[in-house]
């Protein structure tokens, strides 16, 4: 099954290499692409929030971050293939832009924390083209924001600002980089600064 429904919320059923293989498929075509990681948190928010859910709905791929929702699958018998964990999937594909050289963008966490979780990824993937940060404490929507993502020109952006704020800000900003791969990656960046 390539698509599997768990308490309403519809995960695609990918190992993590078929993953990784689709999105450089479309990153190469510039086939603009939404990605959320959904956790067993994030299934249960999203039951309790419709204009969340709706957000993931736009989304272009779910992926089950958790063993929960692997679990789930199991025991309502459509059995996902394996857990795609956001933290994995960002490393996968910043290595995969370090070798095609597709500039990336990093916004969220505090204040400094994109920026030293932007010179870890550049020291870990050689060649690593990251061409623009930003803390993630900002009005959704705010002009100079938008500004300085478009003059970026990211073809990846990884979005690391916790749920739902992470997502309602990839749906606003998508329509302004629409050749561009988004993905809201929670803590990632506190871990990758680290
Ligand atoms: N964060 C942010 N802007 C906000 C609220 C939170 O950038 O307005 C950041 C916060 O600094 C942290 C991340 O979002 O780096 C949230 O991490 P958490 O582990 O709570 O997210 P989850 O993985 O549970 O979605």
Redesign the pocket.
């Known amino acids: 099954m390539s698509r599997v429904n768990v308490l309403g919320m519809t995960f695609d059923n990918y190992t993590m290499a078929e993953f990784v293989d689709r999105l450089g498929r479309r990153l190469a075509k510039q086939e603009g692409t939404f990605i959320v990681t959904a956790n067993p ?1 994030i299934v249960m928010y999203a039951r309790e929030h419709p204009e969340y859910q709706k957000l993931v709905d736009e989304a272009d791929f779910v992926t089950a971050d958790g063993i929960g929702v692997v679990k789930g699958a199991a025991m309502l018998g459509t059995p996902l293939k394996e857990r795609v964990t956001g933290y994995d999937l960002m490393e996968k594909l910043l290595a995969l832009a370090a070798t095609e050289h597709y500039p990336v963008y990093f916004i ?3 204040p400094g ?1 994109a920026d030293q979780a932007a010179a870890k990824a550049r020291q870990r993937f050689a060649g690593l083209d990251i061409v623009g940060t930003h ?3 900002f009005p959704l929507g705010d002009a100079g924001v938008t500004q300085q993502m478009i003059a970026a020109k990211p073809a990846l952006v990884f979005a ?4 739902p ?1 992470q997502e309602e800000f990839i749906a606003g900003m998508r329509r302004h980089l629409p050749d561009a791969l988004f993905m809201g990656v ?2 990632s ?2 871990v990758l600064s680290g």
């Open positions: 948190e969220g966490a505090k924390i803390d993630g404490y690391a600002m916790g749920y704020r929670g803590g960046f506190d």
